[in-house]
């Protein structure tokens, strides 16, 4: 989080980035999470392009980035000493805490919503980025709406050659989005689960679910998302049978049954060696796999299931988003027999 560790080049970047966010512009930055596309929040007109360049839906909110915990005080008038208890744990780092907005929180940022979902990234450009721009940041994922998100650079360019300004800050650690909690009267919920797991968040503060959440306020709750656009499927026992390796990517976490995929790509590099399998490395190549094969001249994707639990909730969440519209149509696939 010091500025030592970012070199002259960067800096130079990062302060040019700083001066079109303060013009109204947008910025691509890496996270610890994915890359997001940035304005400043206070910006509407500004917010306003996300939204377009993005193909994003009116009602899909966005996250705002600060880089100090006292400015959550332009952002929320809540004075709830949770947000607090959790910052110091959590912050900076891959949770978002969904909390009641102040007033000059623009309507467009929180999709009218009373609510604004705010966070520290674990990032120094990133940070650095907002504490030169002087204003906080608000940004989704750096992705067309509904493609897969972005963890490189690269991935950001191939959804939008043309954007003002794209800092690149190499592969980004954690790989998938942070995790989204709301805070209730009783405790939290969760909106989307990330690599911060619910067991994490309930060791500092109690979960509680009140169960109504609609689809406006509770986000990734769209079924369909982070889709390649080519037919993507989970891999089960049926399909292993049916479906032509030769035209297919594996996207592996077992390193096992790998034969006769046209490519495979270990989740895990571990694996490939036998030496096990993990979660986290295996959260961190998710969309770069996905980017990879979506490139490639495969026909067809298929994923290897992970273990449902601790970050493997969040990783299965993000396979069956990107599965859910090819899964509709499977009958339709000729390579699968
Ligand atoms: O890791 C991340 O969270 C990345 C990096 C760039 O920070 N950002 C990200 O943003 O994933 P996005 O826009 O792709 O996903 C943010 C989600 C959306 O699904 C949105 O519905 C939800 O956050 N969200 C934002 N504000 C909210 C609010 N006030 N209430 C409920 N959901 C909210
Ligand atoms: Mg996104």
Known sequence: MNQLNLNEQILAQISSAAKVIRSGGIVAFPTETV??????????????????????????????????LSDIKLLSFSDDSRIYQLAEIF??????????????????VTSGLQTVGIRIPKNEIALELIKKSGC???????????????????HVKKYFPKIDFILDGG????????????????GFEILRHGVITKEEIESIIPYYSEGKNDVISAPGMIKSHYSPNKP????NEELKNKIDRSKAGLISFSGTDTEGFQKV??????????LGQDLSEAAANLFGAMHQLEES???IIVAEPVPEKGIGIAIMDRLKKAAYQSQSAIHKNKFLE
């Open 91 to 108: 912050w900076p780092g891959p949770l978002t805490i969904v909390v009641p907005k102040s007033t000059v929180v623009p309507d467009i």
């Open 265 to 274: 790509i270990y989740l895990s590099p571990k694996s490939e060696r036998s």
């Open 297 to 299: 001249d495969v026909e």
């Open 171 to 186: 592969k980004t650690e954690v790989g998938i989005e942070s995790t989204i909690i709301k805070l209730n009267t009783k």
């Open 232 to 235: 993507f499927y989970i891999l």
């Open 136 to 154: 906080p940041i608000a940004a989704p994922s750096a992705n067309k709406f509904g493609k897969i998100s972005p963890t490189t650079a690269q």
């Open 35 to 68: 890359y997001g596309l940035g304005a400043n929040a206070f910006d509407a007109i500004a917010v306003a392009k996300i939204f377009e360049l993005k193909g994003r839906p009116k009602f899909d909110p966005l996250i705002v980035h600060i880089a100090d």
